[in-house]
């Protein structure tokens, strides 16, 4: 690698770091903006309760700490072109682009450590970002800043909730599961039915506990009751003390919100696609092929914003920078609307399944396009 390439490889992966504490603080800030009577309530009620200040800090940091990862998934098209950016302007700036050029350096030739830095960090870092870190941390990033009070368990009702078998189960309080502790249904009913709709089970519990080994839920004072069709005689309850079920901690979090897949890895998505009847299919489509195509996303951005950033006339380095907002903001647009329809087919399709694929492909073409015209009309 010659001095050139070896010194402007290292310009960008020092703004590549820079970009990347810059954003993530700045999201980081705005998101506290944004929640701050949450944060003052959660201030408050732990003084109440007795937490000192730096504990309560603690909790608020370690909160953050793991938000980061997520934001750093949804930043991880943007930090590379702030990075190239900052990178080629500086050098534009300072005359050391000038330089290069009357040394007869072509401009591709310039910026390709620029490309394939960008690419190397974006292969390697957003799938161990996104395939190993959050699925480890779900229990984690499902937190609110509402959750922080000491105390606090989040809980909800579950109202019905269909399994693969057509069977209903209700349960007055549903408890996520925690980082030590797994999740739990209070006053839990189960109506089994036949193919014909009719109930031939009736299941109840004081408390059903998730056993992750087993993939069962452990009763207290579980019963169940058979006999309940029209010409059958009703039996005694009997004690149960397990009920298995397709009904799993995984498949409530998606009945109650479609954003739990994103935190899913890409082998849990297509673990839950092979169930029947799985709650959540066209969020779960939807994330899976936007996450295959946010790799090349992320490319084509840094693709567009390089021809504009990387001009032989400094004079017009104002005017190509709007140019380079512009075309990546309408990119990420592009995207943000494909991902929102992706998750809503339109009724009557016989072609629905692929619909989030077709969505996925569709800020590719164009924009893919134009980064490549854009690069081989650079004037060097």
């Known amino acids: ?26 999201y980081i800030v705005l998101h506290m903006v944004f929640q701050f009577d949450e944060v003052v309530e959660v201030g408050s009620t732990s003084q109440a309760a007795g937490q000192s200040t730096w504990e309560l800090i603690g909790s608020i940091a370690d909160f953050y700490f793991h938000q980061a990862f997520l934001f750093f998934v949804q930043l991880s098209g943007v930090i590379p072109v702030v990075a190239a950016a900052f990178t080629l302007v500086r050098m534009s700036r300072f005359n050391e682009l000038t330089a290069v050029l009357a040394a007869g350096v072509p401009l591709l030739k310039f910026v390709q450590w620029v490309i394939i ?9 957003l799938p161990l970002v996104q395939e190993l870190v959050i699925p480890n941390m779900i229990p984690k990033l499902t937190r609110r800043i509402d959750d922080l009070k000491v105390g606090k368990v989040r809980s ?8 693969a078998s057509g069977n209903l189960l209700r349960a007055g309080r ?13 006053v839990m009913d189960v109506l089994e039915r036949d ?13 059903a506990v998730w056993s992750p080994e087993d993939k069962v839920w452990k009763l207290s004072q579980g019963v169940e009751v058979t006999g309940l069709l029209p010409d059958q005689r009703r039996n005694p309850p009997r004690p149960l003390y397990a009920y298995a079920t397709s009904i799993t901690p995984e498949e409530i979090a998606l ?17 839950l696609l092979q169930r029947p009847k799985i709650y959540g299919t066209a969020d779960l489509l939807r994330v899976k092929h936007f996450r295959w195509s946010q790799f090349l996303v992320n490319i084509v951005l840094l693709l567009l914003a390089i021809p504009c950033v990387t001009t032989r006339e400094p004079g017009r380095l104002k005017e190509n ?14 995207v943000f609307v494909a991902q929102n329809l992706a998750g809503n087919p339109p009724p009557g399709i016989t072609w629905s399944a692929n619909w989030p694929l077709y969505l996925a492909w569709i800020p590719i073409v164009p924009f893919g396009l134009i980064a490549v015209v854009m690069l081989d009309r650079m004037k060097t």
């Open 255 to 271: 009945y109650r919100s479609g954003d739990y897949v994103d935190l899913l890895s890409t082998r849990q998505i297509d673990e």
């Open 174 to 186: 549903y408890y996520i599961p925690l980082e030590n502790q797994p999740a739990r249904m209070e």
């Open 321 to 334: 920078m709007i140019w380079c907002i512009g075309l990546v903001g309408g990119c990420m647009a592009t």
């Open 156 to 163: 909800f009702e579950i109202r019905m909730m269909q399994d």
């Open 117 to 125: 830095a960008g690419v190397a960090l974006n292969v390697v870092l």
């Open 195 to 207: 193919a014909s709709g009719a109930i031939v089970r009736h299941i109840s519990a004081d408390e």
């Open 1 to 26: 690698m010659r001095i050139l390439d070896r010194y402007i490889l290292v310009s960008f992966l020092k703004n590549y770091l820079i970009s990347l504490l810059v954003l993530l603080g700045l």
